[in-house]
Structures are given as C-alpha cells and as structure tokens.
C-alpha cells in the first residue's frame, strides 16, 4: 500500500531530503555527488531558506562527517578546538605559568594521542569544564589547535569530511583567519564543505586568492517552485488551480522555503490536513488571502519589526539615525534592486529625496554606516541576517527574501514610522 502523507509532510517550514516536494534543481545532486569525490574544497552558497543544509544532508550521513554549526561570536580557534574534540584528540592547552590561565582554547576534549618526537609532557594537569588537559609552556606548540599540521595529523586519522554550517555567522575577520587555514589543510588533503548565506560567488577568495574552490550557488527558478507544488499536489491528491500556483510562486519570491510555509497555510485553511481519499481543488483565492495573513501575523510581523527596529537603533544614537534613514531609503526600492544589489549612492540619493537630510547627502557616511552593517546583525544575534553588505562589490543585497513577502502583507508599521522626525 503506498504511504499516504501528513500535511507537514509534504508541506511546511521543516523540510527533508526525503520529503515528496524535494526538487533536484538545476542537478545540484550530481553536481555536488561530483566534487564530493574530486575537491577538498567545495562550498555552498546562496539566500536564506534555499535548502542549503537539506542538499548537504541528503549526500552526507551524520557519520561520514564533522560538523560544525557557526554562531555568533564564534572565532577561528572556537572552530579548529571544536573539529579536534570530534575527533577525540588531546589537546595541549598553552597555561599562564604565573597563573595556570588557559590562554589557547576554550572546552573539554577527551581521548588522547601519542606525541611523535615529544614523548609525554610533563607539567601539572589543568581540569576545564570537568576534562583534563596537559599543562604546557607557550614554547611548546604541538597539540595547539592553531597548529595545522597536527590538524592535518589528526584528520588523516579521521577522514570524516568537516563541514562547517553558518558560515556567514562569523566575522570578517574570522572568516578571513579560516580562509587562509583552509588552504594548509586542503592541500594536505583534509576534506571541507562550507555552507553560508552571501549572493555573490568566490566569498572566501576575496580573503585569500591562493584558495581552490568549488563553489555551488543555490537559487530556484519559477519552474522549478511550480515542481515543488505540483509534486505536492500528488502526494496529497489535491488540484491546486493555476491562478492559484502562480501566486504562490510569485509570492515565494524564489525562496523554496517561504513557498513551503505559505502552502501549508493554504492548505490548512481548506481544511486539509493530509492525503486525500478524494481529489480535492483549491480554487478560492479567499484562502489564499487568510493563508498570507496568518502566514505574515505569525512568522514575519514580530521578527521583522524587531529586527529592524534594533538595526535602526544602531550602537549609538548618531549612527542609530543613519541607519534608519538607509532603512527608510531600502524599504522603498523595488524588488529586484535589493535582490540585485543597490550602491551607496543610490541609498545616498534616495535620502536625500525622501528630505532625510539638509542639502546633499553624504556617500562617504553612508558607506562607512554599511560597512558595518554586517557586524551589526551578527552582534544583536538577527537570524538570519536580512541585508549583506559585500564590501568588495560595494553593494547591498537583500538575503532574505522573505522580508519581500513581509512588506506586501504586513499589518504592523515600521517602526520609524510612528516617529516624530
């Protein structure tokens, strides 16, 4: 008997590799089953909710990999002592001989290895977070997690394939200090996969030239969402008319994910909960109208005037005020100018318009506020991030396109809206 599927199933906000809506897109599976088996190298990128971790899931088990997921305030020397535990090595902690302070990594690590050429180390034995380390002077270096070479060592002894998720949630200068790590360790042949949200291609090759990737950039045509609903029409026996399908679509901006959450809601609304027994049509554009509000009041309404609000707030209230008056120029540019990218200039141009400012605007401020944007998002913890700012191509893009299906149907103000300036 075939398997009659749930709701959440087929449509909704988690999705799986095995899920029936799953679409093998533009051949991303064989393209990364491909580099999977020729490059140390290989990262993939796009926009928030394009399905990044679930094409990654669905060619690498949980016990063919290390995997590392990136949060906000994490460092390099976080990430290479986090990699090292997973493979259970000892790690030799640098100790402050005055005050046994552990000055090279944080966490507890357990197994242990033999050290070639050192034999064991003496020194008293320091406990953190209830596991031993050895103790050592700061002129002994192997064991320390900076060490690519021991690293290296140890992956060989491993050979799990490190994948490092989220990416995008670590400074420019971590990512910068991982860039040129990167290249040690893959030319020695360790394995890496990096997952991050940025629309432009060759991230890591700005901070290190010398890097060899591959890179796979995900994005959804229209063609390809309009599969995603008609493989979900089968699994549930459902008719979705093509009015309807379109505007779902067009609704999804590109963003696999959104189109998955406002489907569900749809369904819902009619009612529908799993499989059909009989074939069942959704026509009534009415539903489709509550499934957008509901969807908006319950997903994106809070998150977004939350999110922008502390962006408008800035660090400071001198910067506060340029970032609401960039935020009061964004909102008002069309879709395709933040998917695409927008320069300072044009931000700069569209303040001056709006009467944000006395006489001509100043780029060079606006610049200097966009440049650490990034930052912002990642110190007041903005999950996704929903702008980028790429330093390198001097532009602002939009990374999560949901924003996009917030401002066509949201029923809250901006926040500055409700200002007196």
């Not at 033999?114 to 320091?126: R, S």
């Not at 320069?343 to 700069?348: A, F, M, V």
Request: a neutral charge.
């Amino acid at each position: 008997m075939a398997h009659t599927y749930e709701l959440q199933e087929v449509f909704g906000e988690w999705q799986t590799a095995n899920a029936p809506t799953y679409v093998d897109r533009d051949g991303l599976d064989a393209k990364l089953a491909y580099l999977l088996k020729s490059s140390n190298l290989i990262v993939l990128h796009g926009e928030s909710r394009q399905g990044k971790t679930i094409l990654q899931r669905k060619h690498l088990q949980e016990a063919q990999i290390i995997k590392i997921n990136c949060s906000v305030g994490m460092s390099a020397l976080n990430i290479k002592t986090e990699i090292l535990r997973r493979m259970h090595a000892r790690i030799i902690m640098q100790v402050d001989e005055t005050n046994g302070r552990d000055t090279t990594g944080e966490g507890g690590f357990d197994g242990g290895i033999d050290i070639p050429g050192i034999g064991k180390l003496g020194g008293k034995a320091t406990v953190t977070h209830g596991v031993s380390h050895e103790a050592m002077t700061s002129s002994q270096v192997i064991g320390d997690p900076n060490n690519i070479n021991f690293l290296v060592e140890q992956w060989q002894r491993d050979k799990r394939r490190i994948v490092i998720d989220d990416f995008h949630y670590l400074s420019d200068q971590e990512q910068s200090q991982l860039a040129f790590d990167f290249k040690g360790l893959t030319e020695n042949g360790v394995q890496l996969l990096v997952i991050g949200v940025w629309a432009n291609a060759n991230r890591l090759t700005t901070f290190n030239n010398q890097l060899r990737t591959k890179e796979l950039s995900i994005k959804w045509t229209d063609a390809e969402l309009m599969q995603v609903l008609e493989l979900g029409e089968q699994a549930l026996n459902i008719a979705i008319s093509k009015n309807i399908k379109n505007s779902l679509v067009r609704d999804a901006s590109g963003s696999v994910g959104l189109l998955q959450i406002i489907t569900e809601a749809l369904c819902q609304e009619e009612n529908i909960f799993g499989y059909q027994r009989e074939r069942r049509t959704i026509s009534n554009v009415f539903y489709l109208d509550a499934a957008r509000k509901r969807t908006c009041a319950e997903k994106y309404n809070s998150r977004f005037s939350e999110a922008l609000r502390t962006i408008a707030d800035g660090k400071n209230l001198s910067e506060g005020r340029m970032y609401e008056k960039i935020l009061r120029a964004v909102v008002t540019m069309t879709d395709a100018e933040l998917l695409n990218g927008v320069r300072p200039g044009k931000i700069t141009k569209m303040i001056e318009a709006l009467g944000l400012t006395e006489g001509k605007g100043n780029q060079g401020h606006v610049t200097q506020t966009l440049e650490k944007l990034n930052g912002l998002q990642e110190e007041r913890r903005i999950s996704p991030p929903i702008f980028y700012y790429d330093k390198s191509a001097s532009q602002l893009r939009l990374v999560d396109r949901t924003f996009l299906f917030f401002r066509r149907n949201k029923t809250v103000s901006y926040p500055w809206e409700n200002s007196d300036e």
